[in-house]
């Protein structure tokens, strides 16, 4: 007999991300050339002087810490919040994960009872679903369309809102989108919350990624009147190109912060001791790193812009922050591959994949159809190169004749 698992399970799919990369891995493992456009980190690595702390910091950090974090940590987030986000929060509130998807697992767990609704807009980022499905949430999915800049409006989350409703996940600036609001159309959602009692919680992981001088602007900055239900979840993997020291963390009100402790001290215990000293070096060190890798982010997204409406039957709206672009690709349905013609975002990925290995994600488990996401944390030169061949490879292509463009 099978050994039987929890049926919770059954709710959740595996990460598409993750499927996608094995499957480039399989192929670059082949000998193909595969131009990696899926992974979610940065392609730096971390800067010298957050090693050199890291390195310094081992002679000292064999032992535990305290559950949810150092209170050194603490404070060098509550120093940095006020210094990037402009809002000033107490070390109390603040508790440190292994990364901000596992402070985003705690939230879940801490909040969510089988049946509660969380409003979630679309396209969102895959992990805010199926953590609280695997409690037995029931996400509320919100339509968002690439001519509103993907934002939610403040209708559409009016009409989400239900007395089931329990949470809202927003994400700004957006992975997979991009997209991020601005400080008025923030206080316009706040304005829809305040008529409510669900917890907010809302992803800055971007909020340093950000171009053309847009200002992103942290929630809890403009509705500090939500204080007593906002979360807000940040970390050091995406601004500092740290995705493999896994620190993140949640800032949230006390009842939840403590909770939050109480289902880390039963669980992981604290974050890598090491890996918190680092923390502190990065929050705490010199911006020009941050400042440079944000230059050359906005550069690829702009080479990577123009090459995919380079490409017939791509249309790509400009994101204002993190590193994703989200094309629509339904312009190239109807291309005959492998004895079938393209009618998904995951046939067009697989399509490209195969025939230019250019590995991106189809947006389906973004809750997305019709779009791929392409990282551009990777060089200018593999950017143009790639997207040259899937242009030479649009243009080539054998085609469904109701379908050709
Ligand atoms: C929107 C968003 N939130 C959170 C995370 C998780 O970040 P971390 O590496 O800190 O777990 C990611 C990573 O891809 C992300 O894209």
């Known amino acids: ?50 090693r050199e702390a890291a390195q310094k910091a081992l002679a000292t950090s064999s032992h535990y810490t305290a559950a949810t974090g150092t209170i050194e940590l603490k404070e060098a987030i509550c120093r940095a919040t006020e210094r990037d986000r402009g809002w000033c929060p107490s070390p109390d509130s603040v508790t440190v994960s292994v990364g901000a998807k596992h402070a985003l697992f705690n939230l879940a767990m801490v909040l969510c009872d089988p049946g509660d609704e969380v409003v979630i807009p679309a ?9 609280w499905q695997l409690f037995g ?6 339509e968002t369309k690439a001519e509103d ?11 989400a809102l239900g007395p089931k409703t329990k949470a809202v996940i ?11 609001y601005s400080a008025d159309e923030l206080r316009a959602l706040a304005k829809v919350l305040a008529n409510t009692d669900a917890v907010l919680i809302v992803d800055e992981i971007y909020g340093e990624l950000v171009y053309d001088g847009f200002e ?8 500090p009147e939500l204080e007593d239900r906002l979360v807000i979840v940040d970390g050091v993997s995406k601004t500092y190109a740290m995705t493999g020291w896994r620190i993140g963390w949640a800032i949230a009100p006390k009842r939840i912060v403590k909770a939050l402790s109480k289902v880390q001290g039963q669980s992981t215990t604290n974050p890598t001791a090491v890996a918190q000293a680092a923390a502190i070096a990065a929050l705490e060190g010199p911006r020009d790193e941050v400042r440079r890798m944000r230059d050359i982010f906005s550069k ?18 400009t994101p204002r922050g993190a590193f994703y672009a989200f094309p629509s690709v339904a312009g190239l349905y109807g291309i005959h591959h492998g004895g079938s013609a393209l009618d998904s975002a995951n046939d067009v990925a697989l399509w490209q994949l195969d025939v230019c290995g250019i590995a991106a994600v189809p947006g389906e488990p973004f809750g997305a159809p019709g779009h791929v996401r392409f990282t551009y944390a990777t060089s200018e030169e593999v950017i143009d ?8 490879a649009v243009l080539k292509a054998d085609r469904h004749p109701s379908m050709a463009p």
Not at 311 to 316: A, D, K, L, M
Request: aromatic share 8%.
């Open 1 to 50: 007999m099978p050994v039987s698992l929890a049926r919770r399970l059954d709710e959740v799919a595996p990460s598409a991300t993750l499927a996608m990369t094995a499957r480039a891995a399989e192929l670059r493992a082949s000998g193909r050339k595969v131009y990696t456009f899926g992974v979610g980190e940065p392609d730096f690595e971390t800067p010298e002087f957050i």
């Open 123 to 131: 396209p969102y980022w895959v992990s805010y679903p199926a953590q």
């Open 137 to 142: 949430g029931k996400p509320r999915v919100v």
């Open 149 to 159: 800049g993907w934002r939610m409006t403040p209708s559409a989350l009016e009409a």
């Open 170 to 180: 927003l994400c700004s600036p957006s992975n997979p989108t991009g997209a991020a």
């Open 216 to 223: 992103h602007v942290s929630f809890a900055k403009i509705a």
């Open 300 to 317: 690829r997204r702009d080479r990577m812009l123009a090459g995919l409406r380079d490409v017939p039957g791509i249309e790509c709206d």
């Open 385 to 392: 190169e790639a997207l040259a061949q899937l242009k030479e």
